[in-house]
């Protein structure tokens, strides 16, 4: 895989704030609507299969869920929850939201409102005595992404589609990006100890080296969606411009508000976060942590540009002391 590397144009917000995906390209995203995700899994073995990726684990069941995988890493680049919430663990998740609409509180993150249709009907539905929360996470393929920042060989691209891909053949599996995901999203596919990269034919294919969701960017090129949102039976998963998306997203927030899910809130749709938005969006039925989700997201190179003016004003300092002392001693 070694299509164009677009230009990085660093801005005042981190490294890749402002990376460019092609003149004219629009950005492509997903929008995960989770109130309708009936936990098939059928996005799971989409892009399994599509992708070849190994099995994770053994197939068994978890005793903490009705889940088998647990959670994204690098066998499994789509991972579908199970959360089991009792009625009054749905009322807190409803309180909370009604604090945020109260406040005018941002329901995510600042100018993200959640704030109800004018007249809508607020009375909430009849509450049934348990529900799952089920949620098909994936790579946010964020603005600010810190995997790209730290990428020591170029193993990570900024693609024309705004989506950020792992090329395996360029990957020397340092592990570095693993580390500066701040959602724990991509990791090195191994047994868990630190082994160089195999080049050698292996079983398992790219071991050693970090992997993750691609947006399926083989796809893409061809003029296909990702295999994840063309599986999924109920749209839970839909795929297009991020910015049709980010729309789509706030009018079904509006749209619940009004049927009284105050519950329901925006994770990623917005642009003044940690990471600077997102290309994958979610409408939640809960607290972000409740998915495995932090709540405030912060690419860990956000601040690399200051930092570095302060080690070149420190350096500067260090440089003036010491040609100062140099000079003194030679009086």
């Known amino acids: 895989m070694t299509p164009p590397l677009p230009p990085l144009l660093a801005g005042p917000e981190g490294p890749a704030a402002d990376a460019g995906w092609g003149a004219g390209t629009e950005r492509k995203g997903f929008f995960t609507d989770t109130s309708i995700c009936i936990g098939c899994k059928a996005c799971e073995v989409a892009c399994k299969e599509w992708n070849r990726n190994p099995v994770d684990g053994d197939l068994e069941i978890l005793g903490s869920s009705y889940d088998n995988t647990g959670a994204l890493g690098a066998n499994t680049w789509r991972h579908v929850a ?28 600042p100018k993200e409102r959640a704030v109800p249709a004018a007249g809508a009907d607020t009375t909430p539905p009849d509450t049934p005595e348990f529900r799952w929360l089920m949620s098909s996470d994936v790579c946010k393929h964020c603005t600010n992404a810190g995997c790209l920042d730290v990428c020591p060989t170029g193993a990570i691209f900024r693609s024309e589609f705004g989506s950020v891909v792992v090329q395996s053949d360029v990957c020397n599996g340092c592990g570095t990006c693993v580390g500066a995901c701040p959602f724990g999203v991509i990791e090195r596919r191994d047994d868990g100890t630190v ?8 079983p398992v294919p790219h071991r050693g080296t970090a992997n993750k969701c691609t947006l399926c960017y083989d796809r893409l090129v061809d003029g296909e969606q990702p295999a994840c949102s063309a599986t999924c039976p109920t749209q839970s998963i839909t795929f297009g411009d991020r910015e049709d998306l980010v729309e789509e997203a706030r009018a079904r927030l509006a749209q619940m508000h009004s049927q009284g899910r105050t519950e329901a809130r925006l994770y990623g749709a917005n642009s003044d976060d940690g990471v600077g938005g997102t290309g994958s969006v979610f409408l939640l039925l809960d607290e972000p942590e409740v998915y495995g989700l932090p709540p405030d997201p912060q690419v860990p190179t956000k601040d690399m ?14 440089a003036a002391a010491t040609a100062l002392a140099f000079l003194g001693a030679r009086r």
């Open 305 to 318: 540009p200051m930092m570095m003016r302060q080690v070149g004003v420190a350096a500067l300092g260090m």
């Open 195 to 202: 082994s160089a990269k195999v080049d050698r034919e292996e």
């Open 82 to 109: 199970f959360v089991e919430q009792s009625k009054d663990r749905i009322e807190e998740a409803r309180e909370s939201g009604r604090r945020l609409v109260s406040l005018g509180m941002p329901s995510i993150g």
